[in-house]
């Protein structure tokens, strides 16, 4: 029998820096956060890169594959990773999909690429982008429409043009009298299609409208769409543009998908791909009216949900990801709790469990989900954080769970929409929740851990332009914070080290007192046992 208790908190997106500049972490008041950090354990565990599973040191984390980490002790080929090896090793063209997809287009339809236009390597990378139209007029297709999704967020602003200028470039060089490729239409990620966890059905359907009906304020190109909302609003970035369509001469849209066309959606990241991808392969869809919905060949860049098979179809093989941390803890009848509100409740669940949507063990495993707000995030920046709290309290004192995680979201959701004023807010909030959560854990003996999945809030302006406090609205590469709190921890000592995210299943383990798993990274504490 298991007679400790361990409560893991992520604070979503929050980083640490020296850099004071933008910092909301920093200048937010946090006197529990720094109440930790100056009385117990702790170290700066990385959360990006290579750490977890990224192709660089270069690339940013991200909340999927930081929750795929801590969840399973391990470090897997993740997103453009996978797909970038798919590519260089040309299994991606060789698999059935691939074939399928140019077999049911070729002769009578039109491919269609859907995805978000940058290299902000997050959710897509616009190489990917361009090897798939180079491999398409390779296969002798004559005909391919692009539907691009304006990013903004996981890379700077305001750069959607030079991501269009790119892609335009490259039509220009491949368009000739056998093969014709243009841009069809598009819109800010944070305006259409790129809802995640049913959060905003609506803002799917005007995605639907756009990419699939062709319904929506016509253009001649995607670099007039852009500027022209921008001088209409001004401020605008490009996370939040209109939707735009491009049209032919006659006033008629370019490109809308029909009966016979093949549709890719090239985003590889699977929260924001999941309600778009429904829309296409439901057959009982009733989230709002398609109006029509036309026979295609659709497929992912990857399948963003094993469980429910969402898409069927997919390009490139997800990382098969073993040995996980509740596996582990069900070994040893370690009762778990989950929570989270709606935005990251998939997080501490689906991705935590090795991007599972079921539970290994329905007795042993809570899932709560506390609904989110639909409104802006800047608006309401404590978000769910005390009902959530609320609810996690309760059961701390219980004695119904051994293990309980919590993911607060206001770090980073409210850190990517720009605002600094309100960043600062949402870190306070999630400070002063912080210190319920420390007093709970207080009143039965327990242990906590704090820690952040990747960063955001503290890098809230662009540092290359300290002018203008241009905002940042995309994640960073900064380390984040590991602490562990508890009541007696003079036999715990963090170890020398280099630690990443993965590195925390390991941790866990050694705080219950059982082994960890022998494929999992090393545990960050040293503890002396009598």
Not at 36 to 64: C, F, R
Not at 317 to 346: C, D, H, M, R, V
Not at 436 to 453: F, N, P, Q
Request: proline share 3%; with cysteine.
């Amino acid at each position: 029998m298991i007679d400790k208790k361990v409560v893991l908190v992520v604070m979503d997106g929050v980083g640490i820096t020296e850099e004071s500049y933008g910092n909301a972490v920093l200048h937010a008041n946090t006197k529990n956060l720094d109440y930790l950090l100056k009385n117990y354990p702790h170290t700066l565990i990385h959360a990006h890169g290579t750490y977890v599973g990224l192709p660089s040191d270069d690339d940013m984390g991200n909340s999927e594959v930081g929750h795929n980490a801590l969840g399973c002790g391990q470090i897997y080929a993740q997103g453009a990773k996978l797909v970038d090896e798919s590519i260089r090793s040309l299994k991606i063209y060789e698999s059935n999909t691939w074939k399928e997809l140019i077999s049911y287009c070729k002769d009578r339809g039109v491919l269609h690429l859907l995805g978000l236009l940058s290299d902000g390597n997050v959710h897509s990378h616009i190489r990917h982008v361009f090897s798939l139209l180079e491999r398409a007029k390779q296969e002798g297709i004559k005909e391919v429409r692009l539907h691009i999704l304006l990013d903004g967020r996981d890379v700077a602003e305001t750069s959607a043009l030079e991501y269009v200028d790119a892609l335009e470039d490259k039509l220009q060089e491949l368009n000739d009298e056998n093969f014709h490729a243009m841009i069809a239409s598009g819109g800010g990620r944070m305006n259409i299609t790129m809802d995640r966890y049913e959060a905003n059905w609506p803002m799917v359907e005007k995605g639907w409208n756009t990419h699939v009906l062709g319904i929506g304020r016509g253009f001649s190109s995607a670099t007039d769409a852009i500027t022209t909302y921008r001088k209409e609003t001004p401020g605008v970035i490009d996370q939040d543009l209109e939707p735009f369509v491009i049209i032919d001469e006659n006033n008629q849209p370019v490109g809308t998908i029909n009966d016979k066309d093949s549709v890719i959606l090239f985003n590889f990241r699977g929260d924001r791909a999941l309600e778009i991808s429904r829309c296409f392969e439901e057959d009982n869809f009733d989230k709002f009216d398609r109006k029509r919905r036309p026979n295609v060949y659709y497929a992912g860049m990857l399948q963003y949900d094993a469980d429910l098979k969402i898409p069927n179809k997919y390009l490139t093989e997800p990382p098969k990801i073993a040995y996980t941390l509740t596996e582990e803890l069900n070994k040893y009848q370690i009762k778990e709790y989950a929570i989270s509100e709606t935005q990251k409740f998939g997080h501490v669940t689906y991705f935590w469990n090795g991007n599972r949507l079921e539970k290994f063990d329905e007795e042993l495993e809570t899932f709560v989900e506390i609904p989110s707000d639909i409104s802006g995030f800047d608006e309401k920046p404590e978000m769910k954080s005390y009902e959530i709290t609320d609810r996690l309290v309760d059961v701390i004192s219980s004695d119904k769970f051994d293990f309980l995680r919590v993911n607060f979201p206001n770090g980073d959701m409210v850190g990517h929409t720009g605002n600094y004023e309100a960043t600062v807010k949402a870190i306070e909030a999630v400070d002063e929740n912080l210190g319920r959560i420390m007093e709970a854990v207080d009143k039965v003996g327990a242990t906590l851990l704090v820690m952040a999945d990747h960063g955001n809030a503290e890098e809230m302006y662009q540092l290359k332009d300290r002018e203008r406090k241009t905002p940042k609205t995309s994640h960073t590469l900064n380390a984040v914070p590991f602490v562990i709190y508890g009541k007696d921890l003079s036999n715990i000592k963090i170890k020398e080290g280099n630690f990443g995210l993965a590195n925390v299943a390991s941790t866990v383990t050694d705080l219950f007192g059982i082994p960890k798993n022998p494929h999992w990274e090393e545990s960050i504490i040293e503890i002396k046992r009598d």
